[in-house]
């Protein structure tokens, strides 16, 4: 089993940063890649950005382009993801999730989710 926290959530102003970080344990060895995804109230969830653990590829959603970075520690077995330049439509509850393994697209296949931090950008 693998296990992941979140933190870092928030409320923001338009045009402000948070850092999210997400602490992975368990079988962190099963680790393929780990992405964060975003939800509101009554929205399907959208993936955010993502990362392989081993290449540190990147990968990232069309809302999160130019302003959020994901990156990963692996000794701290902990993704982050750097948010900047905060918008009101930014706003959802942030989970991280784990793809244990490696095939299909890096949007799906994730096994394992934490439970997610608050984000709220006011305008």
């Known amino acids: 089993q693998v296990q992941l926290v979140e933190s870092g959530g928030g409320l923001v102003q338009a045009g402000g940063s948070l850092r999210l970080s997400c602490v992975v344990s368990g079988r962190t060895a099963s680790i393929n890649a780990m992405g964060w995804f975003r939800q509101t109230a009554g929205k399907e969830r959208e993936f955010v950005a993502a990362?392989?653990?081993?290449?540190?590829?990147?990968f990232y959603g069309t809302s999160a382009k130019d302003r959020f970075t994901i990156s990963r520690d692996s000794a701290k077995n902990t993704a982050y993801l750097q948010m900047n330049l905060l918008k009101p439509e930014d706003t959802a509850r942030y989970s991280c999730?784990?793809?244990?393994?490696?095939?299909?697209?890096?949007?799906?296949?994730?096994?394992?989710w934490g439970q997610g931090t608050q984000v709220t950008v006011s305008s």
């Open positions: 999730a784990v793809k244990p393994w490696n095939g299909g697209s890096i949007r799906t296949g994730y096994t394992y």
């Open positions: 990362i392989t653990w081993s290449g540190g590829s990147t």
